[in-house]
Nanobody, 123 residues
Framework: QVQLVESGGGLVQAGGSLRLSCAAS????????IGWHRQAPGKQRELVAA???????NYADSVKGRFTISRDNAKNTVYLQMNSLQPEDTAVYYC?????????????????WGQGTQVTVSS
């Protein structure tokens, strides 16, 4: 089992910044990919940013140039630096991670989610 614990959410004015942290109970090297999803009220969850085990990154178009994902493997922690925040960034942000695990006699992708942290951006 894997635990993902987020921190760093809060209330910020438009144009401000926040940094989210996700502490994993396993080495970040053990994940194929680790990153962040978000869910705004009345909307579906969406991928915000992710970083692979090779270090490649992927961002939603809406956050490119404003958000940066990074990984500290020594601390088993992933960060999401969010700059130039806008009211439409308001959502619950979830740390997510994917590993390959043996399930029975098969190797499968297994996804893990944190409990979420609220980010609220006021106009």
């Amino acid at each position: 089992q894997v635990q993902l614990v987020e921190s760093g959410g809060g209330l910020v004015q438009a144009g401000g910044s926040l940094r989210l942290s996700c502490a994993a109970s396993r080495s970040t090297f053990s994940f194929i990919t680790i990153g962040w999803h978000r869910q705004a009220p009345g909307k579906q969850r969406e991928l915000v940013a992710a970083i692979s085990d090779t270090g490649s990154t992927n961002y939603a178009d809406s956050v490119k140039g404003r958000f940066t994902i990074s990984r500290d493997n020594a601390k088993n922690t992933v960060y999401l630096q969010m700059n130039s925040l806008q009211p439409e960034d308001t959502a619950v942000y979830y740390c997510t991670a994917r590993r390959i695990e043996a399930v029975g006699y098969e190797l499968k992708h297994v996804d893990y989610w944190g409990q979420g942290t609220q980010v609220t951006v006021s106009s």
